[in-house]
């Protein structure tokens, strides 16, 4: 069964761009969940949808980051306009029923935005 | 809120060695906690978890953990490492309910030969 699949695996960027990740759960999870990591801060939680509904997006730097879920297959996160410290790997991750339940990640999309 | 701290950012140990792995936690509920490994270049996977029951729990590749309330301590063990156990480990804590993990700094294990 196919895992947790995020594209691109690789992104490089100039500031002020558009970026968009993109994220496919396991089929049958209905959470999922955006992080994002660096060496500094560690792994921070962005947002996290149950259902396809947004349920804490707290996370989220600034408005500038935006996620979308429009089916239980599919999640983005956008960074509009992207800057330098937004460089960092982004990970998505699902899982199925409760917090007792192993959540799964995807092998990140490393972004880099000079 | 719930958190976790992991004592020590990278841990060096010699092949047949004791690793330890230090994390204590904050929550004013009973906790369920977690171990993750991530290997270079790669995500997050599931070493352990403890939710209830036995406070001793065994996970993957020779790897346990004790939960001990008295102490909130939930540190990672293994008898004897190898090279192949070199990675960043990563304790998690979460609470009952459908809420998110909150995960530790990290610690990295290098492996001497």
């Known amino acids: 069964d196919a895992g947790v699949i995020q594209s691109p695996r690789h992104e490089v960027t100039e500031m002020g761009q558009e970026v968009t990740l993109r994220c496919k759960p396991i089929?049958?999870?209905?959470?999922l969940f955006w992080y994002r990591q660096t060496m500094m801060r560690g792994l921070e939680l962005l947002i996290y949808f149950n259902n396809n509904v947004p349920i804490d997006d707290s996370g989220m730097p600034e408005d500038r980051f935006s996620a979308k879920m429009p089916n239980a297959s599919f999640s983005t996160l956008k960074i509009q306009p992207s800057e330098p410290r937004d460089s960092a790997v982004y990970f998505c991750?699902?899982?199925?029923?409760?917090?007792?339940?192993?959540?799964?990640f995807g092998e990140g999309s490393r972004l880099t935005v000079l | 809120a719930q958190s976790v701290t992991q004592l020590g950012s990278h841990v060096s140990v010699s092949e047949g060695a004791l690793v330890l792995l230090r994390c204590n936690y904050s929550?004013?509920?009973?906790?369920?906690l977690f171990w993750y490994v991530q290997y270079p270049n790669q995500g997050l996977q599931l070493l352990l978890k403890y939710t209830t029951g036995a406070t001793l729990v065994k996970g993957i590749n020779g790897f346990e953990a004790e939960f001990k309330k008295s102490e909130t301590s939930f540190h990672l063990t293994k008898p004897s490492a190898h090279m192949s156990d070199a990675a960043e480990y990563f304790c998690a804590v979460t609470l009952a309910g459908n809420t998110p993990l909150v995960f530790g700094k990290g610690t990295r294990l290098s492996v001497i030969a």
């Open positions: 991750a699902s899982r199925q029923g409760l917090n007792t339940g192993e959540l799964f």
């Open positions: 089929s049958g999870h209905n959470s």
């Open positions: 929550s004013s509920v009973p906790p369920y």
